[in-house]
C-alpha cells in the first residue's frame, strides 16, 4: 500500500468548509506492583482558585464531558435495540458549564434497530471533542470545539457508524461502519476531512464476528501523535488488537487475547494497557505497538489510568488496601520503571477517576489525574493529583 502524503492541522471553520462547503453550524452554545514504592512528600492542598490559580495552572484550559444515552429497551442480552436520544455536556475545571448538547431520534421513523450503534464521544485533541450516532434513518460524526461550542459534520452515511477517532495533527478520520442490516462488520476506515474530493479508504479489514450473533463491537485508540492506529475487536472467544502504522498505512502486528474482557485503560508510547476482566486484584497488561511482546505491571484493585509524568508516561493504579494498609495509588513510572505512592486515603471512596473512553472522559494538565467518589468526576468536586509529587489541588463542583 502506497504512503498517504502528510496532511495539516486546521481549524475547525477550516474543516467544515472542505467537507460541507458551508460556514460552520453551531449547535452547542457557550453557557455562563513493586513491593516498597517510594513516598514522596505530600503537597499541600489547595483551593482552586477560577481566575488565577497558586499552582499557576489554568483550570479555565482544562474540561471534562460526559455523554447520558437514552434507552429505550434492550435485548435479550442486554444490547440496546432502541434508543431514544442522547445529551453530551461539557465544562471547564473551573466549575463552568460550557456545552449541552442534546438530540432526540424519532423512533416511529427508524429504518432500523440501535444493535451496536449507541452514540460514542471521544476527545480529539486538546480542545475538540468527536461524537457519532445513529438516529434510527442515517449516522454522523461530528467534531465540536469545547471552548467556542462550533459544531461540524465530518462524516454522514447511511450504515452504522459504530465507532470512530479523529487524529486532529493531520484532519483524518478514523471510523468503523456496519452494514444497517447485518450489522456486519466492514473494517477501518480512514478519510481526510480537509480534502474536498477525498474518498474513504479501507485500512483494516473487517473483524471476526457480528454482534447480533456473538456480542462484537470494536473500539479504536490513536498512539504515538497518530503514528499508530490500534484497532480491537472482541467476541466471545477473546479479543484481537491490531496496530496501523498511520503514515505507510501497513499493518505492523496483531495479537488475539483469549479473554473477552479485556478492559482497556489507555494508550502511552508504543505501549497499549489493559486487563482481562481477571479477578481483583491482578495484574495491568502492557502490549507493546513494536514488538507484540506482553508484560505484567503493578496488581490493581479497582482500576487505573495513563497520565503523563516529569521524566515521561505514568501508569496510575489502585493497590487494594488491607488491615495494615490504607487506600493507594502508585504512580509507576514507564520510562525508569520505578513506582511511588501519590495518593492514600482511609478507604476506597474517593479513588482513582479512570479515562472512560467512549462515554465520559477529562483532559487535566500534563502530569495531573483526578480522585472523586464512586471513581467518577461527575457531580461532586473531585481532587486533582499531581502524579509525580503527589500534590493536590480542590476542584469546585463539576457537573450538576
Known amino acids: 500500500m502506497p504512503a498517504w502524503g502528510a496532511c495539516t492541522a486546521v481549524s475547525l471553520l477550516v474543516v467544515a468548509a472542505c467537507v460541507t462547503g458551508q460556514p460552520t453550524e453551531t449547535i452547542a452554545k457557550p ?15 489547595q483551593e482552586a482558585d477560577t481566575s488565577s490559580p497558586s499552582t499557576g495552572i489554568a483550570l479555565s484550559e482544562h474540561w471534562w ?6 434507552q429505550q429497551s434492550l435485548t435479550e442480552a442486554g444490547v440496546p435495540e432502541t434508543i431514544g436520544g442522547f445529551r453530551l455536556r461539557a465544562g471547564l475545571f473551573d466549575g463552568r458549564g460550557v456545552m449541552d448538547i442534546r438530540r432526540e ?7 432500523a434497530d440501535f444493535v451496536a450503534a449507541a452514540p460514542f464521544a471521544v476527545i480529539a485533541g486538546d480542545e475538540a471533542l468527536l461524537y457519532g450516532f445513529f438516529d434510527g434513518q442515517r449516522s454522523q460524526v461530528r467534531l465540536v470545539s469545547v471552548p467556542t461550542g462550533d459544531d461540524v459534520l465530518l462524516y454522514e452515511t447511511e450504515d452504522i457508524v459504530h465507532f470512530a477517532v479523529f487524529d486532529h495533527r493531520a484532519s483524518v478520520l478514523y471510523y468503523v461502519p456496519l452494514d444497517l442490516a447485518t ?3 466492514k473494517g477501518v476506515w480512514r478519510l481526510p476531512v480537509d480534502q474536498p474530493d477525498s474518498q474513504p479508504e479501507l485500512v483494516i479489514g473487517a473483524g471476526r464476528g457480528s454482534p447480533r450473533q456473538d456480542g462484537w463491537y470494536e473500539q479504536l485508540w490513536l498512539a504515538d501523535g497518530g503514528a499508530r ?3 480491537r475487536d472482541c467476541t466471545g472467544d477473546g479479543c484481537r488488537i491490531q496496530v496501523l502504522d498511520t503514515a505507510t498505512g501497513r499493518m505492523t502486528g496483531s495479537r488475539l487475547i483469549e479473554d473477552s474482557g479485556l478492559e482497556v485503560y489507555g494508550v502511552a508510547g508504543d505501549r497499549f494497557f489493559f486487563d482481562g476482566n481477571c479477578e481483583r486484584p491482578c495484574p495491568v497488561s502492557a502490549f507493546s505497538l513494536t514488538d507484540g511482546g506482553v508484560e505484567g505491571i503493578g496488581n490493581i484493585c479497582q482500576t487505573a489510568a495513563v497520565a503523563e509524568g516529569e521524566s515521561g508516561p505514568t501508569l496510575l493504579y489502585e493497590r487494594c488496601p488491607n488491615n495494615e494498609r490504607r487506600y493507594e495509588i502508585i504512580a509507576h513510572d514507564l520510562q525508569l520503571g520505578i513506582e511511588r505512592v501519590v495518593y492514600e486515603g482511609r478507604s476506597t471512596n474517593p479513588g482513582l477517576v479512570p479515562q472512560s473512553y467512549g462515554s465520559a472522559g477529562y483532559v487535566a494538565p500534563p502530569g495531573w489525574f483526578l480522585v472523586g467518589r464512586d471513581n467518577s468526576f461527575h457531580d461532586q468536586a473531585p481532587l486533582m493529583v499531581n502524579a509525580t509529587n503527589g500534590a493536590t489541588v480542590e476542584l469546585p463542583h463539576l457537573g450538576e
Not at 34 to 44: I, V, Y
Not at 65 to 70: A, G, S, T, Y
Not at 105 to 111: V, W
Request: net charge neutral; proline share 9%.
Open 65 to 70: 464531558f460526559i455523554l447520558d444515552v437514552r
Open 31 to 45: 453557557l455562563t506492583e513493586s513491593a516498597q514504592p517510594s513516598r514522596p512528600t505530600q503537597g499541600e492542598t
Open 183 to 185: 450489522r456486519r462488520d
Open 105 to 111: 431520534f424519532p423512533l416511529d421513523q427508524a429504518r
Open 229 to 231: 492506529l490500534v484497532a
